[in-house]
T-cell receptor, first 113, second 113 residues
Framework: NAGVTQTPKFQVLKTGQSMTLQCAQD?????MSWYRQDPGMGLRLIHY???????DQGEVPNGYNVSRSTTEDFPLRLLSAAPSQTSVYFC????????????FGQGTRLTVV | DQQVKQNSPSLSVQEGRISILNCDYT??????FLWYKKYPAEGPTFLIS?????DKNEDGRFTVFLNKSAKHLSLHIVPSQPGDSAVYFC????????????FGQGTRLTINP
């Protein structure tokens, strides 16, 4: 039972490069989301999706794009990496809203130099 | 504007005693509150949640209390065990067609033998 799988686990980028963080879930969940965790700030919502073909912005969306062509996959694209995007990124999926448990991936530690 | 705050960055408790983690919020529209536990190099894992219409929810050693008038919630762990040593995040959500979690900064709990 894989749950939520994120790849890669670690990545170093140069300023201005682009890349895609992959996220896949095998629980047939409608809701998927991306968070970033920075020291002393908890996790902040970047983008989220309520189903295939439907995405919306969260609290800190600038510099990131998402798309959701299937229920299983929700990739996060960094268009032109900046040092301010150095962070740990978590993908999550949930079968419902409110107090429903959200399942998180193991995270991607991204460093932009 | 930090809508969810955990004012204690760290807490140290003796094994077998009670651990109490606190969380304050400002947005009275939150309808669910959740606690997540995080080990290093892993994603957060769900512990327990509470609806805003309740004042207590219990699951084994974990109990969450909600005081809506004070906009305060707490997580009680009794008895504390060494495996409970982790970072604990308080999160809140307003269900608007999707689960969008707002996290506190986290509290690092250390259980001493």
């Amino acid at each position: 039972n894989a749950g939520v799988t994120q790849t890669p686990k670690f990545q170093v980028l140069k300023t201005g490069q682009s890349m895609t963080l992959q996220c896949a879930q095998d629980m047939n969940h409608e809701y998927m989301s991306w968070y970033r965790q920075d020291p002393g700030m908890g996790l902040r919502l970047i983008h989220y999706s309520v189903g295939a073909g439907i995405t919306d912005q969260g609290e800190v969306p600038n510099g990131y794009n998402v798309s959701r062509s299937t229920t299983e996959d929700f990739p996060l694209r960094l268009l032109s990496a900046a040092p301010s995007q150095t962070s740990v990124y978590f993908c999550a999926s949930s079968g419902g809203g409110g107090g429903t448990e959200a399942f998180f991936g193991q995270g991607t530690r991204l460093t932009v130099v | 504007d930090q809508q969810v705050k955990q004012n204690s960055p760290s807490l140290s408790v003796q094994e077998g005693r009670i651990s109490i983690l606190n969380c304050d919020y400002t947005n009275s529209m939150f309808d669910y509150f959740l606690w997540y536990k995080k080990y290093p190099a892993e994603g957060p894992t769900f512990l327990i949640s509470i609806s805003s219409i309740k004042d207590k929810n219990e699951d084994g050693r974990f109990t969450v209390f909600l005081n809506k008038s004070a906009k305060h919630l707490s997580l009680h762990i009794v008895p504390s065990q060494p495996g409970d040593s982790a970072v604990y995040f308080c999160a809140a959500s307003v269900f608007q067609g999707a689960q969008k979690l707002v996290f506190g900064q986290g509290t690092r709990l250390t259980i001493n033998p």
